[in-house]
Every structure is written in structure tokens, then in C-alpha cells.
């Protein structure tokens, strides 16, 4: 099993800045991707940002440019920076381990209790 506890979400005004970020404890050897998804009501869970071990990330075309995924693994935690915030970034934010690196589930799948970013126009 692996735990996921994240932190960082907030209210922020258009244009601004906020890190998020994911601590994991437990069976943490079995990793190899984490990633950052969100989701809206109504609306899929996206996948947003993943990272591998070996740092090689994927991120979705809607953030690109703005977002940036990073992991400490001496820490076992990744980190969400987004910049240049927009209001249709809003949502929930979930961290995921054991998804791969497109967000494709493999055999586990750990979820964090959400985050939620809301960005004010």
C-alpha cells in the first residue's frame, strides 16, 4: 500500500502562482510514475502532469508552458509548480502513484484526497 497526502491548493487570482505538493509513505519502492490530475464536476478526472523516477515527464497540452512536475525522491514527494494560472485551471487536484507515465492504470493505482485550486478572474 502506499499513502498519498498533499498539500498547497489555495484561491488565487488569474495570472498567479501556486506549488503543490505530494508526500508518499508505505510501499514507495513499487513507484516508478506520479502524476497530477484534476477534475471538474460533471466532468473525467485528467491527467495534468506525470513524472517518472528518471525524471522524464509528459504533461497535458493545456498546461504546458505554465506548469512544471518535479520529484524529490530522497523525499519520496513530487511537486506540482503552476504559474500563469487561469481560470479554467480550477479543480481538484489529485496525486496519483502506480498510473503510468500517460496515465495509463497499471496494476495499482493510489489516489491523495484532492486539493482544490480555485483561480478568480
Known amino acids: 500500500q502506499v499513502q498519498l497526502v498533499e498539500s498547497g491548493g489555495g484561491l488565487v487570482q488569474a495570472g498567479g502562482s501556486l506549488r503543490l505538493s505530494c508526500a508518499a509513505s508505505?510501499?514507495?519502492?513499487?513507484?516508478?510514475?506520479m502524476g497530477w490530475y484534476r477534475q471538474v464536476p460533471g466532468k473525467q478526472r485528467e491527467l495534468v502532469a506525470a513524472?517518472?523516477?528518471?525524471?522524464?515527464?509528459n504533461y497535458a497540452d493545456s498546461v504546458k508552458g505554465r506548469f512544471t512536475i518535479s520529484r524529490e525522491n530522497a523525499k519520496n514527494t513530487v511537486y506540482l509548480q503552476m504559474n500563469s494560472l487561469k481560470p479554467e485551471d480550477t479543480a481538484v487536484y489529485y496525486c496519483?502513484?502506480?498510473?503510468?507515465?500517460?496515465?495509463?492504470?497499471?496494476?495499482?493505482?493510489?489516489w491523495g484526497q484532492g486539493t482544490q485550486v480555485t483561480v478568480s478572474s
Open positions: 513524472i517518472t523516477s528518471g525524471g522524464t515527464t
Open positions: 508505505g510501499s514507495i519502492f513499487s513507484i516508478n510514475a
Open positions: 496519483n502513484a502506480a498510473r503510468n507515465l500517460y496515465g495509463v492504470r497499471t496494476v495499482n493505482d493510489y
